[in-house]
């Protein structure tokens, strides 16, 4: 805009010039044009019109509260409206300053200022022309308001388009802070379940085996001292998986590449010892690589069901047993305890029901089967409970697998 407004003004300085440099204005107006052009210069170099923060009031009284922008606008103004006086050929230089008005000045502001430097145009315009001419009189006023209603057309766009901007930013902090919190959320109930299936279950066995060697401390030391050394067992395993947590929160039974089908057995033997409850392992289909979160949410499982198995059911003997049928993998937990009605739970994944998987009336405990749905729902899965007063329970979590890639022939 400033190099429209500098070829502008040459161009009526040199006209000026060449039909009146005998005269004695041409000292003033070489002048005044070098200075206007300084001015402009100054003005165009500010970084921002009626962006640009009020000066603080000072002992300057009202000029100091006036943007620069401003008071440069006016002196550019002045010093054009003088120029015109002067020379009626610097009338078209007024095309840029209307831009610059728009710019720098509020509408309210700016529509009556280019208005009057419009009618100071048409002033000059008569004075070069000699006679009635409808284009000296009417272009003026067509030009200047094509210039207003463009610019101001481009403010609305360019306004709309910093609220569409900030509305978007503000949008993508807003779904941000949502994501972060979910997912802290969802972090929160996956530590939940992780230790209500691994040192809580630990605890409670402990309790239970420490309860029964003070019962039998006196009748029998050697027995109270198994219980013990067993505790103490739980314990470091308890240990090693608060450390697993720390680390990379994965059970401590699949570490070092151990898989699903080992760490179940070892769980089955260990169960075994300590709760002399004979707990059995079977293995059908052909084993295929399982992704570590399906292995340590079958793992938790067959824990937490066990763990209820020995707490609830009075059962004789449990069996874990662990199926590929190629598009799924299917544990079942099972035992042949006192059961319950299996219509005080639901099969649904969505179900939150009860947390004991046995016991005559699947006394409400806490996270149990919750706990388990939630994690087969997380992968895709269902989980099914089957029970019958006085006739065992089993539950079954099936997850869907990927299908093996087809190889080319």
């Given at each position: 805009?400033?190099?429209?407004?500098l070829?502008?003004?040459?161009?009526?300085?040199?006209?000026?010039?060449?039909?009146?440099?005998?005269?004695?204005?041409?000292?003033?107006?070489?002048?005044?044009?070098?200075?206007?052009?300084?001015?402009?210069?100054?003005?165009?170099?500010?970084?921002?019109?009626?962006?640009?923060?009020?000066?603080?009031?000072?002992?300057?009284?009202?000029?100091?509260?006036?943007?620069?922008?401003?008071?440069?606008?006016?002196?550019?103004?002045?010093?054009?409206?003088?120029?015109?006086?002067?020379?009626?050929?610097?009338?078209?230089?007024?095309?840029?300053?209307?831009?610059?008005?728009?710019?720098?000045?509020p509408?309210?502001?700016?529509?009556?200022?280019?208005?009057?430097?419009?009618?100071?145009?048409?002033?000059?315009?008569?004075?070069?022309?000699?006679?009635?001419?409808p284009?000296?009189?009417?272009?003026?006023?067509?030009?200047?308001?094509?210039?207003?209603?463009?610019?101001?057309?481009?403010?609305?766009?360019?306004?709309?388009?910093?609220?569409l901007?900030?509305?978007?930013?503000?949008?993508?902090?807003?779904?941000?802070?949502?994501?972060?919190?979910?997912?802290?959320?969802?972090?929160?109930?996956?530590?939940?379940?992780?230790?209500?299936?691994?040192?809580?279950?630990?605890?409670s066995?402990?309790?239970?085996?420490?309860?029964?060697?003070?019962?039998?401390?006196?009748?029998?030391?050697?027995?109270?001292?198994?219980?013990?050394?067993?505790?103490?067992?739980?314990?470091?395993?308890?240990?090693?998986?608060?450390?697993?947590?720390?680390?990379?929160?994965?059970?401590?039974?699949?570490?070092?590449?151990?898989?699903?089908?080992?760490?179940?057995?070892?769980?089955?033997?260990r169960?075994?010892?300590?709760?002399?409850?004979?707990?059995?392992?079977?293995?059908?289909?052909?084993?295929?690589?399982?992704?570590?979160?399906?292995?340590s949410?079958?793992?938790?499982?067959?824990q937490?069901?066990?763990?209820?198995?020995?707490?609830?059911?009075?059962?004789?003997?449990?069996?874990?047993?662990?199926?590929?049928?190629?598009?799924?993998?299917?544990?079942?937990?099972?035992?042949?305890?006192?059961?319950?009605?299996?219509?005080?739970?639901?099969?649904?994944?969505?179900?939150?029901?009860?947390?004991?998987?046995?016991?005559a009336?699947?006394?409400?405990?806490?996270?149990?089967?919750?706990?388990?749905?939630?994690?087969?729902?997380?992968?895709?899965?269902?989980?099914?409970?089957?029970?019958?007063?006085?006739?065992?329970?089993?539950?079954?979590?099936?997850?869907?697998?990927?299908?093996?890639?087809v190889?080319?022939r």
């Amino acid at each position: 805009m400033y190099g429209a407004f500098l070829l502008l003004l040459v161009a009526s300085l040199t006209r000026f010039l060449l039909h009146h440099g005998e005269s004695g204005r041409a000292a003033w107006v070489v002048g005044l044009s070098a200075v206007l052009a300084l001015v402009q210069l100054a003005g165009t170099a500010l970084p921002g019109g009626r962006r640009q923060r009020p000066v603080r009031p000072g002992p300057a009284g009202w000029v100091a509260r006036v943007p620069l922008p401003v008071l440069l606008l006016v002196l550019v103004v002045g010093l054009w409206v003088v120029l015109v006086l002067l020379a009626p050929s610097f009338a078209w230089c007024a095309v840029p300053l209307v831009y610059t008005a728009l710019r720098t000045l509020p509408a309210r502001a700016a529509i009556p200022l280019v208005a009057a430097m419009t009618a100071l145009v048409v002033l000059a315009e008569r004075r070069l022309t000699a006679g009635f001419d409808p284009v000296a009189l009417l272009a003026p006023p067509a030009v200047a308001g094509l210039a207003t209603a463009v610019f101001l057309h481009m403010e609305r766009q360019a306004a709309r388009q910093r609220a569409l901007i900030a509305d978007l930013v503000r949008t993508r902090r807003e779904l941000a802070a949502t994501e972060r919190r979910e997912g802290t959320l969802a972090e929160r109930q996956r530590l939940a379940m992780e230790i209500h299936d691994t040192l809580a279950q630990g605890l409670s066995s402990q309790q239970m085996l420490l309860q029964a060697a003070d019962r039998t401390w006196d009748g029998d030391p050697r027995t109270a001292r198994t219980h013990v050394r067993t505790a103490a067992g739980i314990a470091a395993r308890n240990l090693a998986e608060a450390r697993r947590f720390v680390h990379d929160l994965a059970p401590a039974e699949l570490a070092g590449g151990a898989g699903l089908d080992q760490a179940l057995r070892a769980l089955a033997t260990r169960e075994s010892a300590e709760s002399g409850l004979p707990v059995h392992c079977h293995l059908d289909g052909t084993p295929v690589p399982l992704p570590a979160a399906v292995q340590s949410a079958l793992l938790r499982i067959a824990q937490g069901a066990l763990a209820n198995v020995r707490e609830h059911a009075h059962a004789r003997t449990a069996a874990l047993t662990l199926s590929y049928l190629g598009d799924q993998v299917v544990l079942d937990i099972s035992d042949d305890g006192t059961g319950f009605r299996s219509d005080l739970t639901a099969t649904g994944p969505a179900a939150t029901g009860t947390t004991g998987t046995t016991g005559a009336t699947a006394p409400d405990r806490g996270h149990g089967l919750p706990a388990m749905r939630a994690r087969v729902r997380q992968l895709g899965g269902t989980l099914t409970v089957e029970s019958t007063p006085g006739e065992g329970t089993a539950v079954s979590a099936a997850i869907p697998l990927d299908p093996p890639p087809v190889e080319d022939r």
